[in-house]
């Protein structure tokens, strides 16, 4: 069914979510979610050109389906690396290496490069969500935190003019995230697919042209106890900008 059809059938309901979740049914998906993911591309065809990629908080594996039919497919057999990762186990997807892990850990950013075969991806995609308190500000910060992490394991996986897109929940804070990505990235966007559901404040933040940063301590267990952090590792952890003249 063609994109245009789709939004027609949302318009015609008055649920949305019934839409995806039968589409997805049909379609073979594993979460509605895939939905977001393709009209993502459509906005910004972040899957063009891409052979090596990286699934972060993969599970159970929608997003992943669609990088194996969009891009495993269309490239000649055996040139795409698909790499998923989630804490949780995931069902086989052929054409997906799966890892279990969390991808806060320096290990788990290891064993993702080795799977990508000693190439960067040029697309690093996460649509991560920590376990929900109903805290508000406690759900808020721990989103914010796993963004975070997402943003220092894609500083060791991408190629310089690759892209990133995250899943985030728009909150007061955004600037400051807005200005932490456009360290790193030269385009920073906000998007919110017609996929997703309008009574959430969830979007999706679209990052292009990664241009890495001399100086930036990403991955903590990096650091040891006692190491002096960089101005822009401050600033990039904690909005710190005492050393602001030496990161501009
Ligand atoms: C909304 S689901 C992802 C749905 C997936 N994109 C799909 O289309 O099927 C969020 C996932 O984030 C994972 N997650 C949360 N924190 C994580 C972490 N620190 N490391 C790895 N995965 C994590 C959870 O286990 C969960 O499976």
Not at 33 to 46: G, N, P, T, V, W
Not at 62 to 72: A, D, N, P, T
Not at 107 to 130: F, H, N, R, S, Y
């Amino acid at each position: 069914m063609a994109y245009d059809e789709i939004e027609m059938a949302v318009r015609r309901s008055r649920d949305k979510r019934d839409v995806f979740y039968r589409l997805a049914k049909e379609q073979g998906w594993r979460a509605r979610s895939a939905f977001k993911l393709l009209q993502i591309d459509e906005e910004f065809r972040i899957f063009s050109k891409v052979t090596h990629v990286v699934d972060l908080c993969a599970a159970p594996g929608s997003w992943s389906q669609v990088l194996e039919r969009k891009i495993g497919r269309v490239n000649p057999p055996g040139k795409a690396r698909i790499v998923a990762v989630d804490l949780q186990q995931m069902a086989p997807i052929p054409g997906v290496v799966q890892l279990q892990g969390d991808i806060t850990k320096k290990k788990t950013a290891d064993a993702i490069k080795k799977e990508l075969g000693g190439q960067l991806a040029q697309l690093v995609v996460c649509d991560g969500a920590p376990d929900v308190t109903g805290l508000h500000d406690m759900d808020e910060y721990m989103q914010d935190q796993l963004i975070l992490a997402a943003l220092n394991i894609s500083t060791e996986l991408l190629a310089p003019g690759g892209a990133f897109v995250a899943k985030m929940f728009k909150a007061r804070d955004i600037d400051f995230m807005y200005s932490q990505m456009k360290l790193f990235f030269r385009s920073v966007t906000c998007t919110k697919p017609r996929s997703s559901r309008s009574s959430s404040n969830e979007h999706f933040i679209v990052c292009l042209d990664y241009k890495p940063l001399e100086g930036y301590q990403g991955m903590a267990e990096d650091l040891k106890p006692g190491d002096e952090l960089s101005a822009l590792t401050k600033f990039v952890y904690s909005g710190d900008l005492s050393g602001f003249d030496q990161i501009i």
